[in-house]
């Protein structure tokens, strides 16, 4: 059965996450579904690079299909991009994907955004994209905290309790914390995440940035292990899934 | 009685539009709402620098509006951003205007960014805040043809029907359309301007961009002053009202 790669676009507010759940309508139920119109009825597995929680968004989110015959990966695209409708699913590119390819193991590389809105007034035309922050932030000593979280660490500090990854060992390679007008853009990018550690790295920051804790105290938490040390979940709707590297070259329609 | 200066950023999916109407809710209803909180319970009139239509967004609307007593335009900021929830306008400055000011007659210049979302992929993080045209366009090609419609003429040819100004003479000051990646972005600026005309100017350079229509064809348009001549009206979801200018300085809090 041919192998399809997908870019997908997503609004995570009204999801309960990447993954089909009993309690509501998850991005796989919808990617699938739209899939099962061009399968002989049959809905395929989707298989995405991330499994985004409940309320995060996606721009570069890359899912892998087996469809039960060829289709051009162009025609593929159109013909999901007009299925999801109306959910606020995307299908931005498409490719058939070449042999021993994955889109979750193959990943090399993945990028996340996180937005904090940073003004007195409340988020009109952001509002559910971003996280609001009253209090002004010095994001140039979030930006000088976060470079000391760079590298292979156990991120112990920084996973969910419900992480279910058999090691907390993860290399960071980017972590940049840079103004932008009103807002404060976190951007985070590692060959993979633990659960949470995005949101758990924010919202560690941001007390660095509202001067309750010095530029070296994340990574005091960072060697503490134990994530009670750390500061709050970043909530979910400031987080977008940007994109995904893969070493296979993918011929994207 | 004390007359304050209000900017608002508001999302206008689920407006009537700026101005108050029978057949559903309008911003200046909801502005007015929460001032009357301040106001011992009677709603103050509100004037707006711009009377955004139905589906307009707005960053930078100015708004007049005057309490029976003087209150601290911090205070004010802040009350009224409170009361205006749960609706998506947000009080963003308040400050308190100098004598004579008005926020309509004495604006000396507005700015409006259109937004067109120029892929294939519909949007869906940004659905509601863009015109999503699927063909390539020449943006180039837009903004050389922009370039002949800058000026002082009649803009007859780019006014709505309802349109009551009594002169359609405008003063076009700056139309850039410039390429950001996916989207193609068309910033419009003039002291003043007619109902619809930057929307007509979008749907007009649009024929340009596309191909369909020639370099000098929008010029030709203009000097026809005749509205059939041009293209359609572009759709008020990718349209936001982006800010204003005045001569008299005001104390922004």
Redesign the interface.
Do not use: I
């Given at each position: 059965m041919p192998l399809y790669a997908l870019t997908l676009?997503?609004?995570g507010g009204g999801f309960v996450g990447w993954q089909r759940q009993e309690n509501g309508l998850s991005v796989q139920q919808v990617i699938e579904a739209a899939a099962a119109r061009l399968n002989g009825g049959t809905p395929p597995t989707a298989i995405a690079a991330g499994r985004t929680d409940a309320g995060v968004?996606a721009?570069g989110q890359v899912v892998q299909l087996a469809l039960e015959r060829e289709i051009d990966p162009a025609r593929l695209?159109?013909a999901l991009?007009f299925h999801t409708?109306p959910h606020?699913?995307?299908?931005?590119r498409a490719a058939l994907a070449p042999p021993g390819w994955h889109a979750r193991f193959s990943a090399r590389h993945r990028a996340y955004r996180y937005r904090i809105l940073n003004?007195?007034?409340?988020?009109?035309?952001e509002?559910g994209?971003v996280w609001h922050v009253k209090a002004p932030l010095d994001a140039a000593a979030m930006h000088a905290a976060a470079q000391g979280l760079l590298g292979k660490h156990d991120f112990s500090a920084y996973r969910a309790a419900a992480c279910q990854a058999a090691s907390a060992l993860r290399t960071l390679d980017r972590l940049v914390v840079a103004r932008q007008s009103e807002e404060v853009v976190i951007t985070a990018e590692a060959r993979s995440f633990l659960h949470h550690q995005v949101r758990n790295l924010v919202g560690t920051l941001l007390e660095v940035g509202q001067g309750r804790r010095g530029i070296d105290w994340p990574r005091r938490v960072l060697e503490s292990r134990d994530r009670t040390q750390a500061g709050m979940t970043a909530p979910a709707a400031g987080l977008?899934f940007t994109g995904v590297r893969y070493d296979e070259p993918l011929d994207w329609r």
């Open positions: 676009e997503y609004h968004h721009e695209r159109e991009d409708r606020p699913v995307a299908v931005r003004r007195r007034a409340r988020p009109a035309l509002e994209l977008c």
